[in-house]
């Protein structure tokens, strides 16, 4: 090895040892990333979606119970986000701002869907969506027929619906992500919960499966 | 129950539904988060901007986004209505894709294979566990729990095709390789025939690009990626005149920095074997017998080895080594590289890889002397960035961020958007 330049910052060979903490990641909290997102900065785009898909990804699969329908969406849900971020007034409020963008693009996704269905055209595609974990064929099956009969229900009603029930938000939660007042949202809930009940009664298979608890009960 | 359930719902169990979707779905995998922010990241173009830079792009760009969002809003409907309605079609020989997505062989004896009505090909090696995701127009989707599989895609302008083998992402527009997964291994190979793909996964935060040639290994378990040029190993055993393609060599870290600012982790470098015909340890290194490079070193004895190897074959000595955790041996080859030949650029590279394996045992402070002094005889060398940061994280773990600033105001200045470049923002923010 040839003669050496001293160390280029002027750190010795053996520099003092101390005490640090495990934790080696440093993440930015949100307004951190309101501003970086503003500036067009690459890794903050990369970091909010790290952040936030999962949350928007689950809702939007929840809710439309296709993974395909549900990656696409969520992209144009992020797109939209980075193109208004410089409305965000509560750089703070990034995560609510993100949720209340998914709700607007779902129903808006919702009601494209069943324009396409008045147009006679197939919405579910011609493969089988992908394989849900933990959920057998004949549930998955079962969850399917569930997601066709949501379909056929309004925008707004099966986005009031899906908040409500799948999501676990409270009636004035679901009112201020819709932007609806409490008691559109309660008329909307109301009428898509006694549409669910009176379709499941038709489809007894579906209901004795959500009766006894699905796969997950079964012996 | 809820109110609302209890007057308008009777007996129907939402509570039970809501639990069955919830089990059921929602759940982003790392291979769907990593391609997501991979097409995320390319439908912005902010990384373009910053290149070509200025404040009229940004403009320009929000404009474009307005338009594109008021566009899209008018005519979605309409885009979804035409890629719905040109989805390609498919058959299954030998098989068939059951409603759960599952691709299932007709018998034990027959292999399927999915013809795509584009003229892509999959077929799946034997025993293979795999399943369809989907298929839109622009291409389908396949995951590989479990085996092989031979793929042969057509290409066409804006094609998507997607691989999932085990926690891996492989995104392809046209080309022909063979990938497979072995989950008891945790182990992922991709032999390219031809074309190109882009692998995501969870070694990397950003993407290894492979090439016509080339085959991929990743040892999840050991951190450890692995390119090999398979032309090389056929070229091995011809004269000595010729001229081998180079192996690539690419470490990713077992734990990814989970920074915002993380990219493509590429560390690759490349290495002349041409002195490595003489024991044959290029070609051997190229096929994967690390062990046996290793064991052939020990029996003519690891000291002779060093003394009269030539610089290809230290070289190789010192990658198999290290990939077969024999780190005292990698150490010493290493050491012997710097010592006899000191000009060459596996020489100066060594210095880099004496720091890693001086981190992975601990040795912390000689890391850093070892990714100084590589950064000092190859300031622009291809592991610069990988050396810098590293630098900057291990002098900000021993003397504090006030120390490891200025490392982390140079990575900035050098490697905006590099693998350290979020660390480095922190440090750097940091008073």
């Known amino acids: 090895m040839g003669q050496l330049k001293p160390p280029r910052w002027g750190l010795s060979a053996h520099p003092p040892l101390r005490l640090v903490s495990p934790a080696l990641t440093v993440q930015p909290d949100d307004p951190t990333l309101v501003a970086a997102l503003s500036a067009h900065e690459e890794w903050a785009a990369r970091a909010t979606w790290n952040r936030y898909a999962p949350m928007v990804y689950g809702l939007l699969d929840r809710a439309l119970g296709s993974a395909g329908e549900s990656e696409d969406l969520a992209q144009e849900v992020f797109l939209r986000v980075f193109a208004a971020i410089k409305t965000l007034r509560e750089p703070s409020a990034l995560r609510s701002f993100i949720y209340s963008t998914a709700i607007r693009m779902l129903r808006w996704h919702l009601r494209s869907k069943r324009i396409r269905r008045l147009l006679t055209l197939s919405d579910s595609g011609i493969v089988p969506d992908r394989a849900s974990p933990g959920v057998d064929s004949e549930g998955r099956e079962l969850l399917e027929r569930f997601y066709r009969m949501l379909g056929t229900m309004g925008a707004d009603d099966r986005t009031a619906f899906t908040l409500r029930h799948i999501e676990g938000l409270r009636l004035e939660e679901v009112a201020a992500a819709t932007g609806a007042s409490l008691a559109t949202v309660k008329r909307r809930v109301r009428r898509a919960n006694k549409r669910v009940a009176a379709m499941a009664k038709a489809d007894p298979d579906l209901l004795a499966y959500f009766v006894r608890g699905g796969a997950r009960n079964d012996p | 129950m809820t109110p609302e359930q209890s007057r308008d719902g009777e007996e129907f169990p939402f509570e039970a539904v809501a639990g069955e979707i919830r089990a059921a779905r929602g759940r982003l995998s790392a291979p769907q988060r990593a391609e997501g922010a991979r097409e995320l990241l390319a439908k912005l173009g902010w990384g373009e901007e910053a290149a070509h830079g200025g404040r009229r792009g940004v403009r320009r760009w929000a404009a474009g986004a307005v338009a594109f969002a008021v566009l899209a809003s008018a005519l979605g409907v309409f885009a979804v209505v035409h890629r719905a309605a040109r989805a390609l079609s498919y058959s299954v020989d030998g098989g068939r894709v059951e409603r759960n997505g599952f691709i299932e062989s007709d018998a034990v004896t027959s292999l399927p294979t999915l013809r795509f009505s584009d003229g892509s090909r999959?077929?799946?090696?034997?025993?293979?566990?795999?399943?369809?995701?989907?298929?839109?127009?622009?291409?389908?989707?396949?995951?590989?729990?479990?085996?092989?599989?031979?793929?042969?895609?057509?290409?066409?302008?804006?094609?998507?095709?997607?691989?999932?083998?085990?926690?891996?992402?492989?995104?392809?527009?046209?080309?022909?390789?063979?990938?497979?997964?072995?989950?008891?291994?945790?182990?992922?190979?991709?032999?390219?025939?031809?074309?190109?793909?882009?692998?995501?996964?969870?070694?990397?935060?950003?993407?290894?690009?492979?090439?016509?040639?080339?085959?991929?290994?990743?040892?999840?378990?050991?951190?450890?990626?692995?390119?090999?040029?398979?032309?090389?190993?056929?070229?091995?055993?011809?004269?000595?005149?010729?001229?081998?393609?180079?192996?690539?060599?690419?470490?990713?870290?077992?734990?990814?920095?989970?920074?915002?600012?993380?990219?493509?982790?590429?560390?690759?470098?490349?290495?002349?074997?041409?002195?490595?015909?003489?024991?044959?340890?290029?070609?051997?290194?190229?096929?994967?017998?690390?062990?046996?490079?290793?064991?052939?070193?020990?029996?003519?004895?690891?000291?002779?080895?060093?003394?009269?190897?030539?610089?290809?074959?230290?070289?190789?000595?010192?990658?198999?080594?290290?990939?077969?955790?024999?780190?005292?041996?990698?150490?010493?080859?290493?050491?012997?590289?710097?010592?006899?030949?000191?000009?060459?650029?596996?020489?100066?590279?060594?210095?880099?890889?004496?720091?890693?394996?001086?981190?992975?045992?601990?040795?912390?402070?000689?890391?850093?002397?070892?990714?100084?002094?590589?950064?000092?005889?190859?300031?622009?060398?291809?592991?610069?960035?990988?050396?810098?940061?590293?630098?900057?994280?291990?002098?900000?773990?021993?003397?504090?961020?006030?120390?490891?600033?200025?490392?982390?105001?140079?990575?900035?200045?050098?490697?905006?958007?590099?693998?350290?470049?979020?660390?480095?923002?922190?440090?750097?923010?940091?008073?």
């Open chain 2, 122 to 431: 999959l077929a799946l090696d034997r025993g293979t566990r795999a399943s369809l995701g989907w298929v839109d127009g622009r291409g389908a989707r396949v995951a590989i729990t479990d085996g092989s599989a031979h793929v042969d895609i057509v290409h066409r302008p804006k094609a998507r095709w997607l691989f999932d083998a085990g926690p891996f992402l492989i995104s392809v527009t046209g080309t022909a390789f063979t990938f497979g997964w072995k989950p008891g291994d945790e182990q992922l190979d991709v032999q390219m025939e031809r074309g190109s793909v882009e692998v995501s996964g969870p070694l990397s935060d950003g993407v290894i690009a492979l090439r016509s040639g080339q085959h991929l290994t990743v040892r999840v378990r050991d951190g450890e990626t692995v390119i090999r040029d398979v032309e090389t190993a056929a070229n091995e055993g011809a004269p000595a005149a010729t001229n081998p393609a180079p192996i690539e060599t690419v470490k990713a870290t077992a734990a990814p920095e989970a920074s915002p600012g993380a990219s493509v982790a590429n560390t690759a470098s490349s290495r002349s074997a041409r002195d490595g015909v003489g024991r044959g340890w290029s070609a051997r290194l190229a096929a994967g017998d690390f062990e046996g490079i290793v064991r052939q070193a020990q029996r003519s004895g690891i000291e002779t080895c060093l003394a009269d190897a030539s610089s290809g074959e230290l070289t190789a000595l010192a990658d198999a080594a290290r990939y077969s955790r024999h780190d005292d041996i990698a150490r010493k080859a290493l050491v012997a590289l710097e010592r006899r030949f000191p000009q060459s650029a596996p020489a100066r590279d060594a210095a880099f890889l004496l720091g890693r394996l001086e981190e992975t045992q601990g040795a912390t402070a000689k890391a850093v002397s070892s990714y100084d002094e590589y950064l000092q005889r190859s300031p622009s060398g291809t592991y610069a960035s990988e050396a810098l940061g590293r630098e900057m994280t291990l002098t900000q773990l021993l003397s504090g961020d006030a120390v490891a600033r200025k490392m982390a105001s140079e990575y900035l200045d050098r490697f905006p958007g590099g693998t350290y470049a979020s660390r480095a923002r922190s440090i750097a923010q940091s008073r």
